[in-house]
């Protein structure tokens, strides 16, 4: 199976959209909804609220990007058992790597455990079909269009190692940015490392298969098989 290298670019318009989305889902969003959060008579639980963020991330993603992801679908379904096959091997090869990493890790630090991957349980144990919904279906969908899509998809044609060197390295810090300050910057250190594989194998079966549905499914099924265990 050769690479199909990405024929389905971004229009302009959704790239900088898109771009400016991703900025402030960044910067504002989060704080923005704990506001008004705390404005109701009757806050929402934390599991809701995360809901209502990944839901809003992912109606933003398919309504910027409806024309480019439109055609990542229609590409998907026409070359269907080539994106199966990108699939499986992304996802073989993510749990190889990641696989090797938390050994070697867990060799240094014993005991040590993900912090967002222990906040995403935390929630899950609250709520875990609010949280499992948003985590398998809408995360994978918002995630993949700004992190494959725009970011990974942009710089490919000017660089494809700078494309796979900033999308992963963006994708990985977004996972640990939010915990800065309330864990040492060792804890953060490795918990991004451990995002590393999954941004670079991602980026790979997305340029694999020239569709960006690939890495969305990939990205479901390693969200699922991570909270299952919560139930």
């Known amino acids: 199976m ?15 959209t898109g771009l400016m989305y991703l900025m402030a889902e960044l910067f504002l ?3 923005a909804l704990r506001m008004v959060n705390s404005w ?29 992801l439109l055609n990542s679908v229609s590409e998907a379904l026409g ?19 990641e696989d090797i990493l938390f050994r070697l890790i867990t060799y240094v630090n014993p005991g040590f455990q993900n ?3 222990g906040s ?7 709520n875990f079909y609010l949280m499992a919904v948003g985590v398998v279906v809408l995360v994978p969908i918002a995630e993949e269009c700004f992190y494959r899509g725009l970011i990974f998809g942009s710089l490919y044609k000017r660089n494809r190692i700078l494309a796979y060197a900033i999308s992963t390295a963006v994708f990985a810090a977004v996972h ?14 490795i918990c991004y490392l451990q995002y590393l594989p999954a941004g670079l194998w991602l980026a790979w079966s997305y340029e694999k298969s020239g569709t960006v549905v690939v890495p969305m499914v990939i990205h479901g099924i390693v969200n699922y098989l991570g909270i299952r265990s919560v139930r």
């Open 115 to 117: 912090v967002n991957d």
């Open 29 to 31: 969003l989060p704080s």
């Open 2 to 16: 050769k690479n199909k290298s990405i024929s389905i670019i971004m229009s302009e318009r959704e790239r900088w």
């Open 40 to 68: 109701l008579t009757r806050p929402f639980s934390e599991p809701a609220l995360n809901f209502v963020f990944f839901s809003i991330n992912c109606a933003a993603a398919i309504f910027i990007f409806r024309y480019y």
């Open 79 to 97: 070359a269907f058992w080539e994106s199966v096959q990108a699939v499986i091997l992304g996802y073989v090869a993510y749990r190889i790597s």
């Open 120 to 126: 995403i349980a935390a929630l899950a144990g609250q």
């Open 176 to 189: 640990v940015a939010g915990y800065l300050g309330n864990y040492s910057p060792v804890t953060l250190l």
